[in-house]
């Protein structure tokens, strides 16, 4: 319920940066196509963008400068956003067990989902499989996704994720829950060649 709540505000918030980008490349576009037309008079419509001796100090002198100031803005908002998107929730660690104040034991998520992916190989009818784990290392949640073939036993290796795999990886990392999304979705029916008459 997290990640999906996560996904909502993320989403959220990219229509809305995509809409204040758009209001403020709109409100610049226009300022610009106003003074080209003159209509904050015929010095600034001649101006050059970054402002000239001789403009400084008379009206409508600072309109590059807010031009080049909203430019900036909208450019530090686009950097913010090109890094929340870069941004994955995944996690590098997981902490087995509480620990204590002789230390802890963590293991590598790595190791663990590689482990996980193939013992859900092993699965009758399953073609690939791809685990995450994510939210925190002492609190871990786990993505699985599972691709399985078009005649497999959907209803088996559902039932033999939840059963075997997923108890298994409860069981290594020492944990009592572990919240998992499972996403089984279907291969494609491999393309026949087609055959050529001579």
């Not at 870069?86 to 902490?95: A, C, E, Q």
């Amino acid at each position: 319920m997290g990640e999906r709540n996560r996904a909502r505000r993320s989403a959220r918030g990219n229509r809305w940066g995509l809409a204040l980008l758009g209001v403020l490349l709109l409100g610049g576009g226009t300022a610009a196509l106003a003074a080209g037309l003159g209509l904050f008079g015929g010095r600034v419509a001649e101006a050059e963008i970054a402002g000239t001796p001789e403009l400084i100090g008379r009206p409508g002198a600072w309109l590059p400068w807010a031009a080049a100031a909203l430019l900036v803005l909208v450019a530090l908002l686009a950097l913010r956003w090109l890094l929340v998107q870069l941004r994955t929730d995944t996690v590098g660690r997981i902490v087995l067990g509480d620990g204590d104040a002789r230390g802890r034991t963590e293991l590598s998520s790595k190791a663990a989902r590689t482990a996980l992916e193939r013992q859900v190989l092993d699965i009758p009818g399953v073609r690939r499989a791809h685990a995450a784990a994510t939210e925190s290392a002492q609190r871990p949640h786990l993505r699985l996704d599972v691709t399985v073939d078009e005649d497999a036993d959907v209803a088996n290796v559902w039932r033999r994720v939840r059963a075997e795999a997923l108890r298994d990886m409860r069981t290594a990392l020492e944990l009592d829950r572990l919240p998992t999304v499972v996403r089984l979705s279907m291969a494609a029916p491999p393309r026949h060649p087609r055959h050529r008459l001579a």
